[in-house]
Nanobody, 119 residues
Framework: QVQLVESGGGLVQAGGSLRLSCAAS????????MNWYRQAPGNQRELVAG???????NYADSVKGRFTISRDNAKNMVYLQMNSLTPEDTAVYYC?????????????WGQGTQVTVSL
């Protein structure tokens, strides 16, 4: 059974920083793309940042220059460093990964971690 578990969310003042972590565990053969999504109340879930196994990254325009995604392939972890946070970044942040197990390749999701940015 594969699990993704996020951590690092919380309450922070505008202009502050948070670092989210996501750990993948279980019977994992390999992990392809890893992503961070977010969903604010009343909004659709949106892609924030993604990283390939080789380390190529992509970002939503709204977070470019402020957020940095990284991963540790040896530890099956992905991180999101969030700087210069604004109230518009308030959302539940979800980790997503394409994971290969003996059953094949499929998408997995974490349970989400709340990020709240106050003025």
């Amino acid at each position: 059974q594969v699990q993704l578990v996020e951590s690092g969310g919380g309450l922070v003042q505008a202009g502050g920083s948070l670092r989210l972590s996501c750990a993948a565990s279980g019977s994992i053969f390999s992990i392809d793309d890893m992503n961070w999504y977010r969903q604010a109340p009343g909004n659709q879930r949106e892609l924030v940042a993604g990283i390939t196994r080789a380390g190529r990254t992509n970002y939503a325009d709204s977070v470019k220059g402020r957020f940095t995604i990284s991963r540790d392939n040896a530890k099956n972890m992905v991180y999101l460093q969030m700087n210069s946070l604004t109230p518009e970044d308030t959302a539940v942040y979800y980790c997503n990964a394409a994971i290969r197990t003996r059953s094949g390749l499929r998408d997995y999701w974490g349970q989400g971690t709340q990020v709240t940015v106050s003025l």
